[in-house]
């Protein structure tokens, strides 16, 4: 008696920089605590984007085709022996990292910074986890969560880069009232200005360079006030940098008449320029959360921070923050925050979203933020 033969999916699979390939792949069942989920949107996002080009995001080189996409949700279309917190045709959010639950860090609930951690969609740990840029997955149970009656999967794939900012303000003390400055609004800018006016922040302002992004962000409603950093010759040495750093922000600072500077700076871009500003632009007392994955190693005025006991903080992905990002998403407190999809393309365009995305632009001139890619 031949063998019952596996129903066949398709998956987008990087071989190496700009090589993406569509491959038909076997569709096994779910093993035991694991669902089936058949991905109904994934946004792009920066790492993708530097696995695309380059073949690598960082440190973290390819060692083998893998399947890009974390920022997804889709329906349950199976669940494995032993899952009871899901039913088939459940629709949920997929949180891409599986943390191994047995270490200190996963048992004191800071499970991302767990060394176990495998990541879909990384090339980090090796085997590589695919990630969501196919057409279903099977994935741990516990870390796939039900998705609110009033919450979109478009919205729901938001959930992944709102977590990062959920995670970042939890470190940072984000209180109503509070003053708030964003370096950077790209789709995790966007995201910071959004969540702090939601926090209740008093004011929440702007800077890029970018005036485009800095326009869309202010028509917008996500920030009240914005500041395009202007184009500068490369400085010569350290010390000229960090002045020029520092006279940038003042100016900056006189702009948005917040001379004494922010109550809190997310820093969203991870450029070293910023980073010098983001701590001249701290209040005394106050507060430089550094959200933005940049450059490695940096020269800052820690002498200016030390003084004013401005506090630089780091945050890395996020932990138990999907129920929240999910309620916030389907709230409708978030105003506007579906204008950041700018763009949508179906599973076997993914190479053609990939170079868009690269652009920044479109063929008509419109700023790209976040593309997603659906099923055909």
Known sequence: ????????????????????????????????????????????????????????????????????????????????????????????????????????????GRYNLCKGMRFCSSAK????????????????????????????????????????????????????????????????????????????????????????????AKANGFASQTYCLPMSDKAKTSEDQLNRAKETIQLALREFGEVDGFDLVFECTG???????????????GKVMLVGMGSRNLVLPLSAAALREVDIQGSFRYANTYPTALQLLASGKLKGVEKLITHRFALEDTSRAFELLARGKDEDGNMVLKVMIRPS
């Open 1 to 108: 008696m031949s063998p019952v033969a596996l129903p066949t999916q398709r998956a987008i699979v990087l071989h190496g920089p700009r090589d993406l390939r569509p491959e038909e792949r076997s569709v096994w069942p779910p093993q035991h605590n694991h669902a089936q989920v058949a991905v109904m949107s994934t946004g792009l996002c920066g790492s993708d984007l530097h696995y695309y080009l380059e073949g690598r995001n960082g440190d973290f080189a390819l060692q083998a085709p893998l399947v890009l996409g974390h920022e997804s949700a889709g329906i349950v279309t199976a669940v494995g022996p032993g899952v009871k917190n899901l039913i088939t045709g459940q629709r949920v959010a997929i949180e891409a990292g599986i943390m191994c639950n047995h270490c200190d860090y996963c048992s004191k």
């Open 271 to 285: 450029a070293e320029p910023c980073i010098q500003m983001s701590i001249h632009a701290a209040i005394t007392g």
């Open 125 to 216: 740990t090796f085997p590589h986890s695919d990630g969501t840029l196919q057409d279903r997955m099977n994935h741990p149970a516990h870390v796939l969560h039900p998705l609110p009656d009033s919450c979109s999967f478009e919205q729901a794939a938001l959930a992944e880069p709102l977590s990062v900012l959920i995670h970042a303000s939890s470190r940072a003390g984000l209180k109503p009232g509070q003053t708030v400055l964003v370096f950077g609004v790209g789709a995790i800018g966007i995201l910071a200005c959004a969540l702090a006016k939601s926090y209740g922040a008093s004011r929440v302002v702007a800077i890029d360079i970018n005036q485009a992004r800095l326009d869309f």
